[in-house]
């Protein structure tokens, strides 16, 4: 089972919400990652964490906060976006940090 | 400075016109080279890893290899199903840092 999950599928928020992103995986995995992914643009790594610890933080704004409560699940959590944060949020999981990733199907997130 | 840069852009086939995808690299200490399909509004599938120079993989009708300096993804009689978006990625150490860098990826389109 190769499967990454995440939820919501979609989500709209205003620019004063608080919302979370979320995904699982359960193939044991000791590695989680966030990307942003704007339209025709490859993803961009935003998060790293290596056995439940942020290993890699590409200087993302606070407004963005990660939490890896266990091996197999990994939060995104959102406060006060702005319109650009708009984007598809991509979570993957591999064996360890430089092993093949497997993606989960992304949330859309559309910032009002 | 490090770069990871895919050629080309986009490129059309017609069905069963073989082609290659170039993926150049100017890093230093290579951990990985990886290749990616991603498909409209879904996650990136993972296609390939490579770890050094001279090392092939294949896969149905894709057929990855590795030189100090570039990455071709070969594709032998492409079918329209193979429409897609290409991506390269690259994990590299960057003095004590590890560093995982994407190229900007190549739009294949397959024609009937």
């Known amino acids: 089972d190769t499967e990454v999950t995440q939820t919501p599928k979609h989500l709209v928020m205003g620019m004063t919400n608080k919302k979370s992103l979320k995904c699982e995986q359960h193939m044991g995995h000791r590695a989680m990652y966030w990307y942003k992914q704007k339209a025709k643009k490859p993803p961009e790594l935003m998060f790293v964490?290596?056995?439940?610890?942020?290993?890699i933080n590409e200087s993302v704004p606070s407004r963005f906060s990660p939490e890896c409560p266990n091996s197999s699940l990994l939060n995104l959590h959102l406060h006060a976006l702005q319109p650009e944060d708009s984007a598809l949020y991509l979570c993957?999981?591999?064996?360890?940090?430089?092993?093949?990733?497997?993606f989960g199907p992304g949330t859309r997130l559309t910032v009002t | 400075e490090d770069q990871v840069t895919q050629s080309p852009e986009a490129l059309r086939l017609q069905e069963g016109e073989s082609s290659s995808l170039n993926c150049s690299y100017t890093v230093s200490g290579l951990r990985g080279l990886f290749w990616y399909r991603q498909d409209p509004g879904k996650g990136p599938e993972f296609l390939f890893t490579l770890y050094s120079a001279g090392e092939e993989k294949e896969k149905e009708r894709l057929k990855a290899t590795l030189t100090k300096k570039e990455s071709f993804l070969h594709i032998t009689a492409p079918k329209p199903e193979d429409s897609a978006t290409y991506l390269c990625a690259v994990w590299y150490s960057s003095g004590s840092a590890r560093q995982l860098t994407f190229g900007s990826g190549t739009q294949l389109t397959v024609l009937p």
């Open positions: 964490y290596s056995y439940e610890k942020l290993s």
């Open positions: 993957a999981s591999s064996q360890y940090v430089d092993y093949e990733q497997y």
